[in-house]
Nanobody
Framework: QVQLVESGGGLVQAGGSLRLSCASS????????MGWFRQAPGKEREIVAV????????YYADSVRGRFTISRDNAEGTLYLQMNSLKPDDTAVYHC?????????????????????WGQGTQVTVSS
C-alpha cells in the first residue's frame, strides 16, 4: 500500500511559477512510472507530465511542454513538477500518480487508467 501526498499548490498570477511536490509513504514492490495529471471543472482528468522510473525519461503534454518540468528524487522517491509561465488555462486540481504494475497495452503510463495510486490533489489557480 502506498500513499501519495501533493503539496505546493496555490494562487498565482499569470506568468508566475509554482513547484508542486508529491511525497510517498508505504511500500511498492515496483515503481514503473510516476506522473502528474490535472482536472479542471467540467473537464476529464488529463495528463500533464510523466517520468519513467527506470531511465528517467520524460513526457509532456503539448499544452505544457516547454513550460513545465517533471523530476524525481531517486533516493526519497519524491516527485516534483516545476511550473513556469503559468496561464489561466492551467487552473486545475493537480494529482500525482504511481504505476506499480504493468498493463496489457503499450504506453499505459500516458493514460489515467495506467496508474495504481493517486494523491488527493492540490489546487492550482492562475489568475489573469
Amino acid at each position: 500500500q502506498v500513499q501519495l501526498v501533493e503539496s505546493g499548490g496555490g494562487l498565482v498570477q499569470a506568468g508566475g511559477s509554482l513547484r508542486l511536490s508529491c511525497a510517498s509513504s508505504g511500500h511498492a514492490y515496483a515503481r514503473y512510472a510516476m506522473g502528474w495529471f490535472r482536472q479542471a471543472p467540467g473537464k476529464e482528468r488529463e495528463i500533464v507530465a510523466v517520468i519513467t522510473v527506470s531511465d528517467g525519461s520524460t513526457y509532456y503534454a503539448d499544452s505544457v511542454r516547454g513550460r513545465f518540468t517533471i523530476s524525481r528524487d531517486n533516493a526519497e522517491g519524491t516527485l516534483y513538477l516545476q511550473m513556469n509561465s503559468l496561464k489561466p488555462d492551467d487552473t486545475a486540481v493537480y494529482h500525482c500518480a504511481l504505476q506499480t504494475r504493468k498493463r496489457g497495452y503499450t504506453g499505459s503510463q500516458y493514460h489515467t487508467d495506467g496508474y495504481d495510486y493517486w494523491g488527493q490533489g492540490t489546487q492550482v489557480t492562475v489568475s489573469s
